[in-house]
């Protein structure tokens, strides 16, 4: 039987995937193909991420713009967090769909389903199946096909941090990959992300949870081992969804803007600055839509901005001019270290509700090169042991990797399949 196995260990940086901090991914990677020049998606933010995995799309077609986003509802501009357990199915009862192409679980449901199990947001969690083609586990509900919540004593109660991942990790093992077997099991690990935004990085409390993740991740490629003692061809993904970069200084983008006389003031709705982390969407209202030049003219001028996209190219950045986006900004980054000597340093954009980011400590959303740069590592068919791909990869190809591993159709996604094409006979 043949089957795949992903797991994610949220926000781990590729360059911290070392012997030192991450013994078993190490070890891993001797017997793994690895992917040296993987990228995310923009912003580079979990719930856009686990919809770009779940997919094998960008943004621009799976529509969750962001971490944060506006949704142009009845003519009026509205600012949503995503992660929110309602969200996606809010945005269907709006716009139609919850995201706008098939989920791998919508994709496998007739072919041996899906489970997942995440301990991120209800909103990243609930990306991997929003309508309800498979079972989906998640601190803030779980649900099977029909999104049918399952019964209260197989709910998911994990708490958002280690003990949680610890918790999660054994049921997945003993549960999904021991007794259900389904042929796409995915483990979707909090950390090291949370601890990440929390400590700074490379500090004694970061390398713990980075040994952590790193042992949790082990004791699935051993189960993964264990399943292919029964006979089953398993493909074994395992991989993050962005990086972290040191937060440096944290920017108001809607108070300039305010102060600039683009915005009208704190509550208007003429133009948005969603935060992203490190990056913000900039909305406009349709019927502002001559403020566009205006503000591109100020947003090239700010110092704080490091890349700024206009609407025409937006598809560069794999987003589409939705729902008044106007400018996907990257917040300025640098290689600078921090004080543990980890490199990547970003500005951050600061939240319209909620903490701002802490200053020193780790945050993702923009194209900074260490937020860009999750891992990835796939053992099993169409894989060599050892070895490294140096050719650009996107966390949208892993969708379809998995689908051609199952040997179902992947027509139509952004992704590409990164088995080694194989002649027969050879
Ligand atoms: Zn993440």
Not at 6 to 19: F, N, Q, S, Y
Not at 85 to 90: A, G, R, S, T, V
Request: hydrophobic letters at 35%; glycine letters at 12%; proline letters at 7%.
């Amino acid at each position: 039987m043949k089957r795949v196995v992903i797991v994610i260990t949220d926000g781990m940086r590729r360059d911290l995937v070392v012997e030192e901090y991450t013994p078993f991914l190490a070890a891993f990677r001797r017997r793994a193909e690895q992917f040296v020049m993987h990228r995310s998606v923009f912003p580079s933010a979990t719930r856009v991420a686990s919809a770009s995995v779940a997919t094998g799309c960008y943004p621009a077609r799976h529509e969750l713009q962001g971490n944060s986003l506006a949704l142009l509802e009845r003519g009026v501009l509205v600012r949503y967090d995503t992660g929110d357990p309602d969200f996606l199915q809010h945005k269907r009862r709006i716009t139609g769909s919850s995201l706008g192409v098939p989920t791998l679980t919508e994709r496998v449901k007739d072919h041996g389903g899906a489970i997942t199990l995440s301990n991120a947001s209800p909103g990243a969690a609930y990306a991997h199946d929003p309508d309800g083609y498979g079972f989906l586990y998640n601190r803030g509900g779980s649900f099977g096909p029909g999104r049918i919540p399952v019964p209260d004593a197989d709910q998911l109660r994990s708490t958002p941090d280690l003990a949680g991942d610890r918790m999660m990790t054994r049921r997945f093992i003993t549960e999904t990959l021991g007794a259900r077997r389904p042929a796409l099991a995915v483990l979707w690990l909090h950390e090291p992300d949370h601890m990440q935004h929390a400590v700074p990085l490379g500090s004694p409390e970061h390398i713990a949870a980075l040994r952590q993740a790193d042992e949790h991740a082990g004791w699935v490629i051993d189960a993964v081992d264990r399943l292919r003692e029964t006979g089953d061809d398993v493909l074994l993904v395992t991989g993050s969804d962005h990086g972290h970069q040191t937060v440096v200084g944290v920017v108001d983008v809607e108070a300039t803007l305010i102060e600039a006389g683009l915005k009208d003031g704190p509550t208007s709705g003429d133009v948005l600055a969603v935060s992203n982390g490190t990056a913000a969407l900039v909305y406009v209202h349709p019927d502002r839509s001559e403020r566009v030049p205006r503000l591109r003219e100020f947003l090239v001028r700010c110092d704080w901005a490091g890349r700024i996209v206009p609407a025409d190219e937006l598809h560069d950045l794999g987003q589409a001019p939705r729902h008044g986006l106007a400018f996907g900004v990257s917040m300025r980054a640098d290689d600078g270290d921090n004080k543990y000597g980890v490199p990547g340093s970003s500005l951050a954009a600061k939240p319209s509700e909620g903490k701002p980011d802490r200053f020193g400590c780790g945050q993702h959303g923009g194209l900074g090169r260490y937020e860009q740069s999750p891992f990835l590592m796939i053992e099993g068919t169409g894989f060599e042991a050892g070895g490294t791909r140096f050719e650009p990869t996107s966390i949208v190809d892993i969708a379809p990797t998995v689908l051609h591993h199952l040997g179902l159709p992947a027509a139509g996604l952004d992704g590409r399949s990164l088995q080694h094409i194989t002649v027969p006979g050879s």
